[in-house]
Structure formats: C-alpha cells, structure tokens
C-alpha cells in the first residue's frame, strides 16, 4: 500500500519536471581520506568502516531524513507493544541480496543475534535489552528483557544491518572474524542486500561498489535504485592532494575538504561545495581531579576556572581561524545541534572576558599558573587551537603550554587521567543521544570521557532515561542532564562543524547524513 | 714528523679561498644564516607569535614582505626565527654523530680484532635499513619533536661517521709515523688522539659540512611529515607544511621557507665542496 | 677466489647482520609508546576489552618468548596479522611491494637518463659555461628536499598545467610510466645529483690519463676513446654509487608516496606508525631492509665481475 503511494508521488513529481529522464549509469569517483578495512555491520569500528555499510547492507527500519524518527526499510512496518517489551516487524515481500537470493527471516535471526554477541561485536552492548529474536515466515518478534526507548534507533543501525547467513555458512573459516574477513576478501555479492555491493578492494589504496540489481527501492523513473553502475573509491589521504584531485577532474567527489580550503572552493565554477550538517562536536575534556597525576593539586578541579577558561575561549574567533567560518559553536553542552533532545542552551558560555577574569579571581588561581594542552601532533587544526587558546587564555593569568602526541598516546592518557586539558571529537553513530551522553557524562562506562567528573544525580538520570519509554519524561531527564553538565563543565565546549564535502558539477544527489554515512542510492553523474 | 701530512701553508690557503667563488658564496650564506639563528629578534620585523584574526593570508606587502599566514602571523619573522631552530638542527643533529663516530671509528680502526667485528656486523646491520625508515622509527618510539629527533638521527649516524673514521685510521696507520709512534713506545691514547686523529679527521670534516645540509632537509621532511618540530614552533618544514594547501592561493606561505632550505642547503654543500678542495692532501 | 665462494661468503656474512637486524626491528617496536592493544581497540573500548587484546597480541608474555615468536615466524615467512589492515602483513606487503619498485627502478632509469648525457656534456666542456650552468643546477637540486621537490611539481605541472595526472597510479605498465612519472622525477632528481657529479669527474679523470691523451695525440676519434675508455670506468663507479644510495633512494620513495599519494610500502609505513601497527611495522623495516641488501648484494657481485680486484679483499 505505502509502496503505491510512493510510486504515485514520484510519478507525478517526475512528469512535473521539463527533464524527465532519469540519469543512469557511470561511475562515481569519490577520493576518501581514509580507506574502510572491514565493511562487517558488526564489525566496523572505524568511521570509513562505520559510513559504507548502509551502501552495501540494508537495516531493517531506515532513519528519517529529519533523524528524529524512523521510517520503514527491510521490515514494511513495525508495532512496539503496550508494554514496551516486545517489537513485532513485517519483512517486505521478495527482497533479495545482491547475489539474487532471497532475504528471510532466518538472515534477520542470524544477523541480530550475531549483532548482540558481545564475544564478536564491539557494538553489542547497544543492543543489550534484547532478550530474543525469532521469526516466523516474514513476521519478526524480538522481546526485550526491559523497555528501551532506542531500540527502534538500534534497529536503524549500521551494527543491526541484515547479513546473508548463507554466505556466512558457506565461508571457509573456523571462527566468524574468519569467516567475514573470507567474505570480504572475495569482493563478490551475495552477503549484502544494499543498493551496492563490494566488486573491488585493494586495501588502503581503492575500493568499487558494483550496482546490486537486486535492490529493493525504486528510484524517480519507476526502475530500481541505484543509479549509477558504480562506485570507486580511492584513498588521498593528503587534503591538498585530494582537492587538487578533484581540480584536475580526476575525481568526482573528495570529502573532509579542510575548512580552510572551503571558501576558495565555493568560488570555484566546476565545483558544489557541500556543507552536510553534522552530529559531529570538537571539545576538549578537561581533567576535574583534586590532584594530577604526578600528586601536585589540579587548579581545574574547581568549577570555577572550568568555567571562566569557557567564558574566556572566544568561540567565534576560534571558529574563524579553525574553521574558516565553517562551524558554529555548541548550544548543547552534550550534543550536536542535530541530535534528538538536543537542549538550545546557546549561548553556552559566550565570550565574556571580564566574568572569566572574576571567576579566577573568586578560585584564587595565581597567575601564571601553567595549564598543558595536550594535542595531536602533525593536525594543524589542533596546533590553530594552541595558538589561539593560548592566547586568549593569556588574558586570564593561564599560562598555556602545549604537549604533543600521537592519538594512540592521547587515547592512553585520557584513559590514564595523565593530562590538563587534551582535544577531542565526536560523531553519533546512533540516531539517538543516549550514546553521546553515556560517553561525555555517565561515569561507569567512559569516566565521563576521561575527565573523572562524577555526579550521582547525573548517573541516576541517564540510568532512568534507559527505560523511559515516554518521550516526553526522557526528553525532560536529557534536558536536565545537559543543565548539570553545562554547570559543571567538564569539557571546553568549542563547536561542531559540518561535513565538507567538494563534488563535480556532474555529480547529483550524493548525501552525506548527520552520522557521518555515505549515501550514493540516488547519486548521479553525468558525463 | 706528523707536520708533514697537515697542510699549514696559512696564506695560500686563504689565498686559494678568494679564488673560489663557491666557496665565498658558501662562507657569506653560511656566515649571514648564522647570524640569523643568533640574532633572529633583531632581524625580524615581528614577534613570530602575534596572531592577528584580521589579517589572514595577506599577500606580501611592504608592511610584510612576506605576507602573512594562516593566523595572521607575519611569514618574514617566522622564516627568520625558524633560521634558530634549522640551523640549531644542522649542529645538534650532528654534533653527537661526529664525536661518538669519531671515538668509536678512531678506537675500532686503532684496535681492530673482535671489536672491529662486532662493529662491521652493527655498520651492515644499520646500512641495511633505509635511512630516513629508521629514523622514522627510531622517532615513532620517542615520540615526535625536535629533541626526539636529534636523538633518533643521533642513535642512527654516528655510524657513517665511525665507518668513515675507521676507513681513515686504518689508513693512517699505513704511514710511517704511526708505526714510528709505537716503536718510540708512545701510550695507545697518545697515538690515537695526538698523530692518528689530526690527520684522519680532515674528511670526516668535509662530510660533517655536507652532513649538516642533509640534517637541515632531514630535518624539515621530518617537519613537513608531522614527526619533526611540532607547530606553532616556526621550522621551515612545517612552514611549508602549513602553507601547502595554498600553495595555488597564497604560494609565499610556503615558497618562502622552500627559498631558506635550498639557499642554507646550498651553502653547506659549496662550504664542504670548498673545504673539500682546500684539504685535500695535495702532491 | 671463485664467484661462486665469494657469493657464498657474502651470503653467510649476511646472516648475523639479518639476525641484529631484527633484533633491532624487535626492539624498536617493543618500545613504541602507547599500547598497540588500546590503538586497536579504539578510544570507546572498555577495560577488558584492551586485555583480551593484549593477550590474543602475545604482548602479555616475556620479551624473549615474544622474540623467540617473531624471529621463528618469520624465518617461516609469517609476518603476522596487520592490527591495521585486518589481513597477513605478508599479502598486505605484497600489495604494496611492486609500487615501490617500480618507483624505485623508474627513478634509477630516470636518473641515469637524465645524469648521464648532461655529465658527459659538463665534462667535455668543463669550466667552460655548460659545466657551470649543469653543476649549479645540481647543486641547486641536491638542496632541496625531496617533499618540496614533488610538491612543485605536483602544484604545477600537475595540477595547473594538467601535463600529468596528480594521483593514482595506472593498471596497466603505460599508465604506470605515466602516472608515476612525476613521482619518479622527484626522487631522481637527487640521485641524478650525486651520479652526474661522480660521473663527471670519473670522466674528466680519464680523459686526463696518459693513456687517453695518447690515444688522442694518435688521432683516434674522442668518440671511440670515451666509448672503450670512459664507460666502462664510468660503469663501474656508477653502479657502486647507485647500490650505496639505494637507502637514499628508499628514503625518497617514503616521502614521495606520501606527498603524490602513491598507495606503496613507504606510505603504508608512515600510516603504520602512526596507527601502532607492530606486525606490519616489523614487516616493512624488514622488506626494506632485505630490499637494500639485496641491492647492496647485487651491486658486489657486479662490481667483483667486472673489477677482478675487489674479490680479493
């Protein structure tokens, strides 16, 4: 029934158009920054891993093109019942992988159980409340040991992507990473059900998405998506390389243009500069215990220095010489703009030199006190901030000093409680802020993301909030979190920033969404 | 005795200099680079550190003649203080090579036996490895930065140095007057550091000179790869580093530090050429 | 002294070198800051997890066990698994190997291409303005690094005047010589250096030989003189230097994969590092490492052919 209405609407917009004829066929070159290793739903931890699944994998629920609700994929509807633990799904007739098989209920089984199985996937503790899954004919049930309010985002998941078992059966191999590396190594189809599938990968050099012709979803001429015959990927990791690439009309697409680069791109005839917007934010966590890790006492351990080096970080200038405009601060000290219960807060600590210097003052900071920001070396974004931090934070009496290191050695001492200050960033990989804030602020899982910051109101919200099944109840306890935590700032709230991505002008309809993934179902090229 | 294979012929040495254009460029660019690395707030019109929002990427201008970069810093006064850091990385990235190398091949090359074994065995073992993917390494370990990268071109050349050294020796020992040396009963240290040394050194020298402009665009590489010195310190790889995404918009962010290497690069090599020349053993 | 014993020699004196070679391989990995486990895991990865890691790496056993481990694998040629790439080191260096060398041999045939006539010119005319103009030009060349070399030549001739692609590198053997013509231009710029300045004055020493002025004073054509006299001296030396300046060369390649995005081993060596990928780190120094020896082996057993001498030492 949905499928006809659908239709009709197309059909009509398509008659509407001077143009009616879809573009079809070509191949998309897309230069990436970073090359995927393992395209496996519940594999992939890596975002260049993370981003290309929906391209060769179908979920059984889709997520809006707002990114606030969820909309009908593999399964044509869905029902939560009244008491939240059980969620009963209708397969669509007739799917196929991209080998032709038929996709039932038997893959769906296959491939939420092995999504859960915590021995395999890094992810499984997202989907934790499922207590099982089973199927019968195209009516999935999975029951839940307890309400969970984002199991319908979970469901829309690259990590819950359906996978063939067949395939996975047929592997050679003695355990499943074997049998998926096996998979993936043969690039061949059959194990996904996405619009595309995997028919080249040489690693860390190129990738090539083939057409599945199988795909389910029907494109604006009626005929199936997708449109083009292919993808091909390859890996530049250098930014300047990867832009004159695209100048030279060897690609027609390049991602993470630097934002320094994105206003000279914009004039550039040949080329769309795309700003998507992002669920992604930079901030720096701050380190919140009484003393550091060599004994002497910590001077950010008072709230109150947190809270005038925010007050004394002047965004708006930061996100001038860092990102070229490109950005915006953080309204939300939790979250991205774009995330579901995302509070408007803003301004958040705007620019205010004089309350800063008070605040100091009031915590009784000498001046000159020497604060390190640890960063990443050889990024020249983190090297701006230093220098712009620095100084700005020279007004208040901060001495600032700079340590850097590699991102396996920051990732340790973030770990470690070894740092003042260190820069870090996020994207959600879930449709849904309870992952974003169980890793900023809640204690028992990331230490409030190294900070060692520990609120007991805080952790009794976000464990509440796992359950509430009323939108409006978890919306108020998300609301709440975000007033803690902005109070106590844990974090220099600095700003989130789109994806920038520079395309041909003969590229259409390529789209990179708020999580990060990127979506070629209706992309064209024409030549 | 040992007079005889030294040269001490003073005036024509400086006579012969002033015939040797190379060498005098090589002396004045040397000579001016030196001063720079000592005097860089002197030379330079600004502080290297002033950020300034409002000025981005201007191009050069009689108020900055090399224009300004990324944060608005005047380019000139960066190049100038980065003269200190490169020119501080031709001495520390070689100084330590050359003494070590010079005990260690002096000593080997004196004594020989199993110690002169052991040493071939480390010289082909180290050989063996690209140059530049063993300081890389050697620099991953410690971890990027200036300091870590003396260490790690250190830890690595001092092998040249002792295998030249030991080359030298060896042959020095050949000559009348070592043999001479241990005849009149002379202690080993005597004849290692007062006959062989003064006399075996003089290549080693020459090589010093070279080494130290490959030190410079080792040292800039390793800047320009992210495992050098760190931003917002000014070096001449990570100048050019941070101006490579403009080098189509705004060329002297990185064209100007890419004159300093080649011309300091430059100096060095007609500085060793012209020592070269000068001390080859003549007749 | 045979050939045959003298390789054999050769051979057997290679064997302490490659085990201190991997013991230096071993001990430089072992000493990276930061834990290969918590690299792999991720930023996200709980407590537990980084110690399940640990120990399916082997990193919780004692370091001789774990030398034993590497030394004994391979010797059988197992690399181990790359933590980057998910797959054996070996296939991943497999990959990569052929890029390497055919930048590395294109850039050696470019720089005697480009070393060798312009030597024989500067000597011919030397003092005179054509030696000037060719050594300045090479002295210039030798004091620029290799990144800045490849960066101009990419910005311009690449990327403004469209003469060359400005990445990837080709299917087929032509592309290949197309795609990564600049690539190999930039590297052998400095080879090209150090060779036209030896050849030069290897040259310039035989035309100075007695013999040589002999054979002019009779009127033999400088054309058959610098064919019988000249090449075969210039050969020798020649070949000498490019087997010493293959570290150089090696080096240049990692800096120039890197700047022009050539997907070789030099590039994948910088991603390594900076991602704490032990296996593939050791894998790589070591495919360097037998790459240069293997040069260096090659450039005995040439020079021993064709100078009798060196076999005696």
């Known amino acids: ?527 | ?283 | 002294m045979s050939s045959l014993s003298y390789i054999f020699k050769r051979l057997l004196l290679m064997i302490p070198t490659f085990f201190l070679v991997m013991v230096i391989i071993f001990m430089l990995v072992r000493l990276l800051p930061g834990d290969p486990a918590i690299a792999m895991a991720g930023d996200r990865a709980s407590d537990a997890d980084i110690q399940a890691i640990r120990e399916r790496l082997g990193l919780t056993q004692p370091m001789l066990v774990q030398f034993w481990l590497f030394l004994s694998n391979t010797v059988q040629g197992d690399l181990g698994r790359s933590i980057l790439m998910r797959t054996d080191v070996a296939s991943v260096i497999a990959d990569r190997l052929p890029i390497t060398v055919f930048l590395a041999v294109y850039s050696v045939v470019l720089s005697l291409l480009i070393a060798g006539p312009l030597a024989f010119v500067a000597a011919l005319n030397r003092g005179r303005w054509p030696d000037a103009v060719i050594r300045t030009v090479f002295q210039v060349g030798l004091s620029m690094p290799v990144f800045y070399i490849g960066l101009v030549l990419l910005t311009f001739l690449a990327a403004q005047l469209r003469l060359f692609p400005v990445g990837g590198y080709g299917d087929t053997f032509g592309e290949r010589l197309y795609h990564l013509f600049l690539p190999s231009v930039t590297v052998a710029l400095y080879t090209s250096a150090i060779i036209m300045r030896n050849l030069r004055s290897a040259i310039i020493e035989v035309l100075d030989a007695e013999y040589v002025q002999f054979a002019r004073a009779k009127g033999l054509p400088p054309r058959l003189i610098l064919g019988r006299h000249v090449l075969r001296n210039a050969l020798i030396s020649t070949v000498t230097l490019l087997g010493l300046s293959i570290g150089n060369l090696m080096s240049g390649t990692l800096v120039t994969e890197t700047v022009f995005a050539v997907p070789g081993m030099g590039r994948l060596m910088l991603e390594a590092i900076f991602a704490r990928d032990y296996p593939l780190i050791q894998g790589l120094t070591l495919t360097f490492a037998l790459l240069v020896s293997l040069v260096f082996l090659m450039t005995d057993l040439f020079q021993s052919r064709l100078d009798p001498r060196m076999r005696l030492q």
């Open chain 1, 1 to 527: 029934m949905k499928l006809k209405t659908v239709l009709g609407v197309t059909v009509a917009a398509t008659l509407a158009l001077p143009v009616a004829a879809q573009e079809r066929g070509g191949t998309l070159n897309f230069a990436r920054y970073d090359g995927s290793r393992l395209i496996d739903p519940i594999y992939a931890d890596r975002n260049p891993d993370i981003w290309m699944v929906g391209s060769l994998f179908d979920t059984l629920l889709r997520g809006s093109a707002d990114g606030n609700s969820v909309d009908p994929g593999l399964a044509e509807s869905y029902t939560v019942s009244e008491d939240g633990k059980t969620v009963t799904l209708t397969l669509r007739d007739g799917v196929q992988f991209a080998d032709g098989s038929r996709l039932s209920g038997e893959d769906v089984v296959f491939s939420l159980d092995r999504a859960r199985n915590p021995d395999l996937s890094p992810w499984a503790g997202l989907l934790g409340s499922i207590n099982s899954v089973s199927a019968d004919g195209n009516a999935i049930t999975i029951t839940l040991n307890d309400p969970d309010p984002t199991i319908l985002s979970m469901l829309a998941t690259f990590n819950t992507a359906i996978v063939s078992k067949a395939a996975f059966d047929a592997a050679v191999g003695e355990t499943d990473q074997d049998k998926s590396a096996a998979i993936f190594a043969v690039t061949a189809a059959g194990v996904g059900s996405g619009p595309f599938y995997l028919c080249g990968f040489e690693q860390g050099a190129s990738m090539d998405f083939c057409a599945n012709e199988n795909y389910w979803r029907i494109g604006a001429d009626g005929e199936p998506l997708p449109y083009l015959d292919s993808v091909h990927f390859e890996i530049v990791p250098d930014d300047a390389t990867r832009i004159l690439r695209l100048q030279a009309g060897e690609v027609d697409a390049a991602e993470f243009i630097p934002f320094s680069r994105v206003a000279e791109l914009e004039s550039d005839p040949n080329i769309n500069m795309q700003l998507y917007p992002s669920t992604r934010i930079i901030y720096s966590p701050i380190n919140t215990r009484e003393s550091r890790a060599d004994g002497s006492p910590n001077p950010l351990a008072d709230a109150r220095v947190r809270q005038a080096l925010n007050y004394g970080t002047n965004k708006d200038a930061l996100i001038g010489v860092v990102l070229h405009g490109a950005g915006q601060p953080m309204s939300s000290p939790l979250m991205a703009k774009a995330t579901q219960y995302a509070a408007d807060l803003s301004p958040l600590y705007s620019y205010d030199l004089e309350k800063a210097k008070s605040l100091i003052a009031e915590a009784g900071v000498e001046p000159g006190t020497q604060v390190t920001l640890t960063t990443l070396a050889g990024s020249a974004d983190d090297a701006t901030i230093f220098a712009a931090l620095q100084q700005m934070w020279g007004e208040l009496g901060i001495e600032l000093v700079v340590e850097q290191v590699d991102g396996a050695t920051r990732g340790a001492k973030n770990r470690s409680g070894e740092f003042d200050i260190h820069t870090y960033g996020w994207v959600n990989d879930v449709n849904d802020p309870s992952q974003v804030v169980g890793w900023l602020g809640y204690t028992p899982t990331a230490k409030a993301v190294g900070t060692g910051w520990e609120n007991a109101e805080f952790n009794k919200l976000f464990e509440e909030a796992a359950n509430e099944m009323d939108p409006e109840a978890r919306k108020a306890k998300f609301a709440r979190m975000q007033e803690l935590y902005a109070d106590a700032s844990p974090l220099l709230f600095m700003y989130e920033t789109p994806f920038a991505v520079a395309v041909g002008k003969s590229v259409e309809g390529y789209v990179q969404t708020p999580l990060g993934n990127n979506i070629f179902d209706e992309a064209t090229v024409s030549r």
């Open chain 2, 1 to 283: 005795m040992s007079d005889a294979t030294f040269p001490t012929d003073r005036p024509s040495l400086l006579r012969m200099a002033l015939c040797k254009p190379g060498f005098m460029v090589g002396i004045l660019i040397i000579g001016f680079s030196v001063l720079l690395a000592i005097f860089p707030g002197f030379f330079a019109p600004y502080d290297p550190n002033a950020l300034d929002y409002l000025a981005v990427r201007q191009p050069p201008s009689w108020a900055h003649p090399f224009g300004t970069d990324l944060l608005g810093r005047d380019s000139l006064s960066r190049v100038i203080w980065a003269y200190q850091v490169n020119m501080q990385m031709a001495v520390f990235g070689t100084v330590f090579a050359l003494v070590t190398g010079v005990v260690v091949g002096a000593l080997v090359g004196y004594y020989r036996g199993i110690a002169d074994l052991i040493f071939g065995r480390i010289v082909d073992a180290v050989i063996t490895f690209p140059f530049l993917v063993l300081v890389i390494a050697v620099v991953a370990v410690l971890g990027p930065g200036l300091i870590n990268m003396y260490i790690a071109i250190s830890v690595v050349y001092w092998v040249y140095y002792a295998r030249l050294m030991r080359a030298e020796v060896i042959a020095q020992m050949g000559n009348d007057y070592a043999a001479a040396g241990v005849v009149m009963g002379y202690s080993d240290r005597r004849i290692i550091f007062r006959h062989l040394l003064p006399n075996a050194i003089t290549p080693v020298v020459v090589y010093w000179m070279t080494d130290m402009a490959l030190v410079i665009l080792l040292g800039s590489s390793l800047g320009y790869l992210g495992l050098g010195a760190q931003p917002p310190q000014a070096e001449w790889g990570v100048l050019i580093a941070e101006g490579r995404n403009f080098i189509s918009t705004a060329w002297w962010l990185s064209l100007m530090p890419g004159i300093a290497i080649v011309l300091t690069g430059l100096g060095f090599s007609l500085l060793g050429d012209g020592l070269a020349d000068l001390l080859r053993p003549r007749g």
